[in-house]
T-cell receptor
Framework: GQSLEQPSEVTAVEGAIVQINCTYQ??????LSWYQQHDGGAPTFLSY????GLEETGRFSSFLSRSDSYGYLLLQELQMKDSASYFC?????????????FGKGNQVVVIP | DAGVIQSPRHEVTEMGQEVTLRCKPI?????LFWYRQTMMRGLELLIY????????DSGMPEDRFSAKMPNASFSTLKIQPSEPRDSAVYFC????FGSGNTIYFGEGSWLTVV
């Protein structure tokens, strides 16, 4: 099975940098993904890490350390539109190729 | 592409009534997922299908919940009878095997059972 831990809420000013951490426990790890969800909206895919290291996509970067069962999402040059919830999701091989289990999410509030 | 389409977007129903949520996945996707989201429990996977076949329904809360996928372009999630604790946002999502780590969510069905 799997479990994911994420802290709950972060407030930051525009232009700042925020790091959202995720630790996981799973019996058949097969990759860590990040999703963004605005209030009232649907989760949308941000990034994926299958191997250790950093993946960069514009202002967002995601990091994975499989030995530590740990990953993070780094939001840089924060903008008001980045106010949202951010979820990590583990792909677990034990449950089939496409089963994704989500953490509880971390709400980011960006203030002027 | 129109994306994953869900209906209804909002539903308010009385306890004991049957609720049917509908989903049209993205054309060509062979995986379909039903998730439920609440403040307390977050995003929970209820069931997922591959090529219209249910693969894992271990997340379905109890016998009151059932899901079907009669063809590649349509799925339903049914709750009978509904209870107030079923109030949540129900998301349908789809993906293709090649995009294994990217699943595409619909806008959700907001269910309130009173």
């Amino acid at each position: 099975g799997q479990s994911l831990e994420q802290p709950s809420e972060v407030t930051a000013v525009e232009g700042a940098i925020v790091q959202i951490n995720c630790t996981y426990q799973t019996s058949g790890f097969y990759g860590l993904s990040w999703y963004q969800q605005h209030d009232g909206g649907a989760p949308t895919f941000l990034s994926y890490n299958g191997l250790d290291g950093l993946e960069e996509t514009g202002r967002f970067s995601s990091f994975l350390s499989r030995s530590d069962s740990y990953g993070y999402l780094l939001l840089q040059e924060l903008q008001m539109k980045d106010s949202a919830s951010y979820f990590c999701a583990v792909r677990d091989r034990d449950y089939g190729n496409n089963r994704l289990a989500f953490g509880k999410g971390n709400q980011v509030v960006v203030i002027p | 592409d129109a994306g994953v389409i869900q209906s209804p977007r909002h539903e308010v129903t009385e306890m004991g009534q049957e609720v049917t949520l509908r989903c049209k996945p993205i054309s060509g996707h062979d995986y379909l997922f039903w998730y439920r989201q609440t403040m307390m429990r977050g995003l929970e996977l209820l069931i997922y299908f591959n090529n219209n076949v249910p693969i894992d329904d271990s997340g379905m809360p109890e016998d009151r919940f059932s899901a079907k996928m009669p063809n590649a372009s349509f799925s339903t999630l049914k709750i009978q009878p509904s209870e107030p604790r079923d109030s949540a946002v129900y998301f349908c999502a789809s993906s293709s095997f090649g995009s294994g780590n990217t699943i595409y969510f619909g806008e959700g069905s907001w269910l309130t059972v009173v």
